[in-house]
Nanobody, 122 residues
Framework: QVNVEESGGGLVQAGGSLRLSCAAP????????MGWFRQAPGKERQFVAI????????YYADSVKGRFTISRDNAKNTVYLQMNDLKPEDTAVYYC???????????????WGQGTQVTVSS
């Protein structure tokens, strides 16, 4: 059963841009907050960004603030992560998740995707 599905990852040079997309069935998208997380090799998964169902509020990790933008198109059941000025330390598998609550506490995220690889070369 397909739930959350990420796409748009790839290889990009430092300073470049990528836009990730995340599609989900309406039953786990409508009314849900959506978040992006990432996990680099050998490291724990870390929060990147989150957006409310209404799209009126979002929050970012300090490491990506000013470079990444989260947005959503509720008509398409899709959330995006626009990543600009990418750095080698942004290299990771990026995951999308949905949850009825808006937050980024341990255990947040009731539905997760399989992830998409982002590699930034120096």
């Amino acid at each position: 059963q397909v739930n959350v599905e990420e796409s748009g990852g790839g290889l990009v040079q430092a300073g470049g841009s990528l836009r990730l997309s995340c599609a989900a069935p309406e039953r786990i998208f409508s009314g849900y907050a959506m978040g992006w997380f990432r996990q680099a090799p050998g490291k724990e998964r870390q929060f990147v960004a989150i957006i409310r169902w209404t799209g009126e509020e979002s929050y970012y990790a300090d490491s990506v603030k000013g470079r990444f933008t989260i947005s959503r198109d509720n008509a398409k059941n899709t959330v995006y992560l626009q990543m600009n000025d990418l750095k080698p330390e942004d290299t990771a598998v990026y995951y999308c998740a949905s949850d009825l609550s808006y937050g980024y506490y341990n255990g947040w995220g009731s539905h997760w995707g399989q992830g998409t690889q982002v590699t930034v070369s120096s």
